[in-house]
């Protein structure tokens, strides 16, 4: 009796759950771009509140000619619970947003995943390596990420860096490519900070060439970031936080 009782529920509980083929055919219904490829890339239950879980949803645009994605694909993050779908639900009493507290978790995950087996070219490392080290994602042509460089000395009195650049657009992508280019010749903090400066100057307009290998080399190494779904840059992580983290 009480096995059957218990699968009784569980048929239940999968009646209630809302299916990846649900969630797709809903936001193909809300777009008339036949060409539109909408997936379901991951789905896990939001920490501390099981009873929602956390839905990243990965939408791109094929070419009609070769069948080929034309842009890069784009995350959407949603909640669902039972037959809802939410874009955002707080827990008021905390004041915690579920989508950020899911998203920050997976992010971190996927952050991890690709940190772990980063090269150390793409590293730009600046401080004492015996100080606890901070991980900053950051774009020479974000405002934020000037912001940040700003006061990169008052991080470095009680933090070790280690930037990498993730540019979005191609202006920021030859920066990126120009800045490694002349760091790999820097031999001390002040000089490396002398570049990133130079570079993340938002008067700066004439630019010297590049390298192609260099420009490409920049190129994969932001996309890699970026395909995670980072929203909002400069992301600054402790890099002990990436290190723990159990991946697969």
Known sequence: ??????????????????????????FKSQTEIKELN???KDRR????Y??????????????????????????????????????????????????????????LL????????ETKDNIIFLGDTNKPSLVILSNPECLYCRQELLN?????????IKMILIPQ????????????EEIANAKTDEQKITVLRKYYDENLTMLPNANEKSIEN????????????????????????LLSKQVP
């Open 1 to 26: 009796m009480r096995k059957i009782l218990l699968l009784s529920i569980i048929f239940l509980g999968l009646l209630h759950s809302m299916t990846n083929e649900q969630i797709i055919n809903y």
């Open 38 to 40: 909408i997936t379901v």
């Open 45 to 48: 239950k939001v920490p501390d």
């Open 50 to 107: 099981p009873k929602f879980e956390f839905v990243v949803i990965e939408i791109s645009q094929i070419n009609k000619g070769d069948g080929h994605i034309k842009y890069t694909p784009q995350k959407l993050n949603i909640l669902i619970k039972d037959d809802f779908i939410f874009p955002e639900a707080i827990d008021i009493k905390n004041y915690t947003s579920l989508r950020q507290k899911a998203g920050d978790e997976l992010l």
């Open 110 to 117: 996927d952050l991890a995943k690709i940190y772990k087996n």
């Open 152 to 160: 990169i000395e008052i991080r470095l009195r009680t933090n070790s």
């Open 169 to 180: 657009v191609p202006s920021a992508l030859r920066k990126s490519a120009l800045i490694y």
């Open 218 to 241: 920049a190129d994969m190494l932001s996309q890699k970031y970026l395909k995670t779904g980072i929203e909002n840059i400069p992301v600054v992580i402790e890099e002990k936080k």
